[in-house]
């Protein structure tokens, strides 16, 4: 078992760490402490994040990391020789930086097709990979479900078959394939013609 100190900077105008930095942070601390890895990828987050967070996870074959009771993300990583289990919990260290994030000119490359509920992205943005394919996911969602103004779309859960690469913005799309009542959505993510995962995104009230 394994553990370390992730530290956020907050995007735009959010109050909480978005879905796309916790992906991020857990992807560099595997890295450092493990190595670059290939292998399929699930993350669920249980609530949002306001504060910088602790990571605890293990390695097959090492002691398991016991769950928090008060988890905020949890997350696992299989390739063919080992499996990576994990948890993130808040510390009581409060985020001070913040970054501008303007998804406005990353929408703005996207073709939204209602008929076929899918979002393909033209052109390639500064942001990471999984920052555009929120950012995509949402506008389609917006635009589909159109919510109440006073509710909000949040990212919830990631199930990958391959870790994203920077290279797939070049052919990134997005499905609508589930929707229950309004409330929680399934997206499938493909790179080209290649199935790369599904995204899931709960509606809240603000």
Not at 20 to 33: E, G
Not at 36 to 57: N, P, Y
Not at 124 to 129: K, L, V
Not at 151 to 156: A, D, G, H, L
Request: hydrophobic share 40%; glycine share 6%.
């Amino acid at each position: 078992m394994t553990e370390d100190i992730l530290r956020f900077r907050l995007k735009g105008a959010r109050k909480y760490v978005q879905g796309p930095d916790l992906y991020n942070a857990v992807m560099a601390f595997i890295a450092r402490r493990y190595g670059l890895c290939q292998g399929t990828f699930k993350m669920t987050m249980h609530s949002l994040v306001f504060k910088q967070c602790r990571v605890i996870c293990s390695k097959s074959g090492e002691p398991e990391a016991e769950k928090p009771a008060d988890v905020k993300a949890e997350f696992i990583l299989e390739t063919d020789d080992f499996r990576i289990k994990g948890y993130l919990q808040e510390i009581n260290e409060d985020i001070a930086g913040r970054d501008d994030y303007d998804e406005a000119p990353l929408v703005a490359m996207c073709d939204v097709d209602k008929t076929q509920k899918r979002i393909v992205l033209h052109g390639r943005s500064p942001y990471t990979t999984i920052e555009v394919a929120v950012s995509m996911n949402k506008h389609l969602l917006n635009i589909l479900l159109l919510p109440d103004v006073k509710e909000k779309w949040y990212f919830t859960r990631l199930e990958l078959d391959r870790l994203l690469r920077p290279e797939d913005q070049g052919g990134l799309r997005l499905t609508l394939v589930q929707n229950l009542q309004n409330k929680l959505t399934k997206s499938r993510m493909f790179v080209g013609d290649e199935p790369v995962g599904h995204m899931y995104f709960s509606l809240v009230k603000q």
